[in-house]
């Protein structure tokens, strides 16, 4: 029963390019979250998805940061135009309805932008 | 709005050691609070849960006991190991149970044990 899948685990991107970051939730679960961490600090909410729908984005950056939950395939965290104060941690976990004991985290994508 | 306060880091211990990381809270409602582990490298995974007053959530020789009088869910272990070295996270959920709720996190406290 695999965990939270997220890829790529590490992401060096040029400054102005696209970052894709991918996470597949766990067997069963419908429910995905993307926290950021920054260098020494903890994780920050950023949106909420459930399948084709963004529950609550209130802690995604107004621009260039994007995210989606399609019917089939992973959940995706897009970053345009990139910047060095994008460079961080970014992790998903997931969740479903019946799970009260908080979320399952994957082993998140950490983004190098130079 | 909700916000969570760890004592601030690092933490260096000897083995065996008592082990206690503050962490306090601010929060509308009846929140459910959390403790997470962050070994290098990887992701978080949860040590343990509280959802309401005066439960007491434990696991691997950790504890901390939901205080809704002080706003406190402080983590202790009366005797760590080497292998405790981690971040310890301390969150809470305002939406208790239920799924759907944001995590609010503290800003981790660095452990480190020395043999």
């Known amino acids: 029963n695999a965990g939270v899948m997220q890829n790529p685990r590490h992401l060096v991107r040029r400054r102005g390019q696209e970052a894709r970051l991918r996470c597949s939730p766990m067997?069963?679960?419908?429910?995905v979250y993307w926290y950021r961490q920054l260098p020494e600090e903890g994780l920050k909410f950023m949106v909420y998805?459930?399948?084709?729908?963004?529950?609550?984005e209130s802690g995604m950056p107004k621009e260039r940061f994007s995210a989606e939950f399609p019917k089939e395939g992973p959940s995706i965290l897009r970053i345009q135009q990139v910047v060095r104060g994008d460079s961080a941690a970014y992790f998903c976990?997931?969740?479903?309805?019946?799970?009260?004991?908080?979320?399952?985290f994957g082993s998140g994508t950490r983004l190098t932008v130079v | 709005g909700n916000s969570v306060t760890q004592m601030e880091g690092p933490v260096t211990l000897s083995e065996e050691a008592f082990l206690t990381i503050n962490c306090t809270y601010t929060?509308?409602?009846?929140?459910?609070l959390f403790w997470y582990v962050q070994y290098p490298g990887e992701g978080l995974q949860l040590l343990l849960k509280?959802?309401?007053?005066?439960d007491k959530g434990s696991n691997k020789g950790f504890e901390a006991t939901y205080r809704k009088e002080t706003t406190s869910f402080h983590l202790e272990k009366g005797s760590v190991q080497v292998s405790d070295s981690a971040v310890y996270f301390c969150?809470?959920?305002?939406?208790?149970?239920?799924?759907?709720?944001?995590?609010?996190f503290g800003e981790g406290t660095q452990l480190t044990v020395n043999p």
């Open positions: 998805l459930q399948k084709e729908n963004i529950i609550d």
């Open positions: 509280a959802t309401k007053a005066d």
């Open positions: 929060a509308t409602g009846y929140p459910s």
């Open positions: 067997k069963g679960h419908s429910h």
């Open positions: 976990a997931s969740s479903s309805l019946q799970d009260s004991y908080g979320y399952t």
């Open positions: 969150a809470l959920s305002d939406g208790g149970e239920t799924s759907g709720s944001r995590l609010t």
